[in-house]
């Protein structure tokens, strides 16, 4: 039932809520509503712009007003009766909504995966049931330690908890949240849309932004710690120093060291590494740099004491981060010089910046099946829809500008899409235009904002690299000297540095960043040969570029990691090692997938290769494969003991 004090008091309200639907998941609810699936006719298929929102799923005006007109009607009916729905869409009908909603047609191998992300019955697929009292009595046995009490660290301490796992989070900072804590920059919001960047199994129908900012997520992330009761496993303050595999006992000791300086060894089955990849900022190595007399900091690591009210600011880069800061501080600051090595793709967000309006959030909350379909529909948008066009053709002869000639289209579309925006701004879109593929860097989300920032009389756009650091400023390789009262880096992470901060011996003493030599590797991006009952989230090779949310590949991992305890549980096993013929046939076929993706382009250079030129970053298959290869742990992949 939906309540008094919520739901729209008159039909004006209730139009005034349909006026900003998605009218494609609108579509979808119509079909619950009712218990009739006529509407999904081919005349009234949604058709998709790739400039779009995708509101309006391109239906005409008078399609529009049919859609909200018989949306109103089984609303009012809804609201009058006693809440109760007709009988759930068949099977069939579910199958062809999907269909319908995306405008094409779902293929077969994402069926698994669609109808687990959209969960029409309510049933949350990737949580553990370790029932069996075989189950029941190991959980009680297993004590697992969780690095990390960020996204993915908290998703584990819910996923073992509802396993009956032991476990206990260690984490360096003060509170939950990870990076979400961590980066408090101006301007700093996720590239995700918000009704996606969630737990699948915990909506929000109260986010404010169409793309949350900062706080908000930090906020989502503590009210989760909060309503799973994971405070009380989590050592806050506390930095894991070492882990070292003990093989006579197959049990990991984990050295913390806590807040005051003193030091622990904690004892554990198994380990769970969930420290992320973007939390270690990365400077620059340019001459001199230390030798600046004003005020310096990492983005990562903003200084809220240093006003940068009438100050003469620099700022180095011009990543993600940058994109969302320097339009926030541009407005402040006497004067703003962007020094940019390369530039970033824009891709056309116009709702980046939007609020949820109150009718949204309404139709979210008591619309049946609106969030689900809602939901559903982001996911597909962002899952392999461009994947295709950021693939390397082995045939392709143009520009290496491009890697096929669907990715030179692309380029081309999203050129025009940019170049209104720089009219009247003579040699401004030559600059802000990248000379690499689409793909093979991470592009931003444009709403107009940073062109915007970028044309402003006290902001500069310097394309000259830069030659050394002084004490009064930036000289560039022309000579000149850029005189600034504060440098701001936008230079990323040591991405490529995984578990950088702690020491991890295996087995034979092995110590893992030796045995990578600066090149990490790992089966699935989890389990590594001779560190046995380690498991690595957003470790070496599942990162996204094009398809899907980083919270959908953790979801994944935890699923396939629980798994793996629950293998061990069944078989009697103490431990479990990724086979080293298993592992290596996995990167040999990942470092192939990833020569032909723009990423993996020999002309291209980024944060996604490592030292050695690897790509050590990305995942190169369509997002249903990863899916796919972590619903359940192949005991044949690893060594049991």
Known sequence: MLSETTKPQSDAQIDEALADAHLPSLMMSLVHLTGDASLLSDDMKPAYDFFADGRLGGLTPDKQDRVRGLARAAIKAYRAGDGKLPPPPAPKTVRRMMDFIVGGEVPERYMGMMMEELAVDGVDQKRPHWESPTLKSAAAKLKVLIIGAGMSGLLSAIRLQQAGVGFEVIEKNADVGGTWLENTYPGCRVDNPSHLYSYSFEPNHEWPMHFSTQPVLRDYFKGCADKHNLRPHIRFNTQVVEARFDEAAKLWRVKIRKSDGTEETLVANAVISAVGQLN????????????????AFHSARWRHDVDLKGKRVACIGTGASAFQFVPAIAPDVEKLTVFQRTPPWLGPTPDYHFKVTSGERWLLEHVPYYEKWYRFWLFWMLTDGLYEGVKADPNYKGPDNAVSDFNAGMR?????????????????????????????????RDNGVWIAALRRPNVELVTEPIKEITEKGI???????????????????????????????????????????????????????????????????????????????????????????????????????????????????????????????????????????????????????????????????????
């Open 280 to 295: 270690q900022p990365r400077l620059p190595d340019i001459p001199g740099r230390d030798s600046f007399a004003g005020e």
């Open 412 to 444: 081309a579309m999203l050129i025009e899409a940019i170049r209104p925006q720089t009219e009247g701004a003579p040699g401004l879109l030559e600059k802000i235009i990248p000379n690499y593929p689409i793909g093979g860097k991470r592009s931003v």
């Open 475 to 641: 000289v560039t390789a022309d000579g000149v000297l850029h005189e600034v009262d504060v440098i701001i880096y936008g230079t990323g992470f040591t991405a490529s540095d995984f578990l950088k901060t702690l020491k991890v011996y295996g087995k034979g003493g092995t110590e893992l960043h030796e045995q990578w030599d600066g090149d990490a590797r790992a089966y699935l991006g989890m389990t590594i040969p001779n560190f046995p009952n380690l498991f690595v989230i957003y470790g070496p090779n599942t990162n996204i570029v094009v398809n899907g949310s980083i919270i959908f590949f953790s979801e994944c991992s935890v699923r396939y990691i629980v798994g793996a305890l629950q293998m061990l549980a069944e078989t009697g096993a103490k431990t479990m090692e990724a086979k080293k013929d298993v592992h290596d046939a996995f990167n040999v076929k990942v470092d192939e997938a990833n020569r032909w993706m723009a990423w993996g382009a020999p002309q291209v250079t980024s944060w996604y290769k490592n030292a050695k030129g690897r790509v050590s970053q990305n995942w190169p298959f369509p997002l249903v494969d990863y899916w796919t290869a972590t619903l359940k742990p192949n005991p044949d992949d690893f060594v049991l003991s």
